[in-house]
């Protein structure tokens, strides 16, 4: 593997973890009055999965995406820490 395939598979791992982290502070910070605006967010993707029916086998897809500040937040500190390393 090349080193600047090494460098991008770090990179999205940074900021899948960042997007995880970010996800839990904004579902642990919701509760707080004065850090509620950390779980604000919205959902994109297909709330219903599509279901694909070939007799023989059954196929399910879908798709979510839930942003919320906190997980962009979290993006943001991944890539600088990336940057930094």
């Known amino acids: 593997m090349a080193t600047r395939e090494k ?4 990179l ?11 996800g839990l502070i904004g ?6 009055s004065w850090l509620n605006w950390l779980g604000y967010g919205m959902d994109f993707g297909l709330v219903d ?5 070939l007799g023989v ?3 399910t897809l879908g798709l979510l995406f839930k942003i ?3 997980s962009i937040i979290g993006i ?4 600088f820490i990336y940057r930094k390393f």
């Not at 460098?7 to 770090?10: A, E, H, W």
């Not at 999205?12 to 970010?22: A, K, Q, S, T």
């Not at 943001?76 to 890539?79: D, G, L, V």
């Open 68 to 70: 919320n500040v906190s």
């Open 49 to 53: 999965p599509i279901t694909l029916d």
């Open 27 to 32: 579902q642990l910070t919701s509760g707080i």
């Open 76 to 79: 943001a500190i991944a890539i």
């Open 7 to 10: 460098g991008t598979l770090v």
């Open 12 to 22: 999205i791992i940074f900021i899948l973890c960042g997007i995880v982290i970010g």
């Open 57 to 59: 086998v059954q196929l």
